[in-house]
């Protein structure tokens, strides 16, 4: 399995990047998608998911309201629209695959993709 995540650029703050992430190998429905994100010196986080059965996604409460998951079974791709973004959003963001469906958890995701950077100017 080959996760190629791709999309991330240089944004003026109040701006909007759109992340995408094509997957080799079939994403069954009970599959989750995922974005994470690693700033630089902290901790890679959560960012949002999706089941890719149901369409149903999930949030950090940092980026609700502003990021939108989604995904396109045809294309076997996941896409992160991140709109009103914010210098704290800069971060090198990866997407990942869990075939248990896990949504949280950093460590039930078993395939990453290779990171896009983005980075958001104040």
């Known amino acids: 399995v080959q996760l190629q995540a791709s999309g991330g650029g240089l944004v003026q703050a109040g701006g909007s990047l759109r992340l995408s992430c094509a997957a080799s190998?079939?994403?069954?429905?009970?599959?989750?998608m995922g974005w994470f994100r690693q700033a630089p010196g902290k901790e890679r986080d959560f960012v949002a998911t999706?089941?890719?059965?149901?369409?149903?996604?999930y949030y950090a409460d940092s980026v609700k309201g502003r990021f939108t998951i989604s995904r396109d079974s045809a294309k076997n791709t996941v896409y992160l629209q991140m709109n009103s973004l914010k210098p704290e959003d800069t971060a090198l963001y990866y997407c990942?695959?869990?075939?248990?469906?896990?949504?949280?958890?950093?460590?039930?995701?078993?395939?990453w993709g290779q990171g896009t950077l983005v980075t958001v100017s104040s």
């Open positions: 999706i089941r890719w059965g149901t369409g149903v996604s």
């Open positions: 190998g079939r994403t069954f429905s009970s599959h989750t």
């Open positions: 990942a695959r869990s075939v248990r469906g896990a949504l949280y958890s950093e460590g039930s995701y078993e395939y």
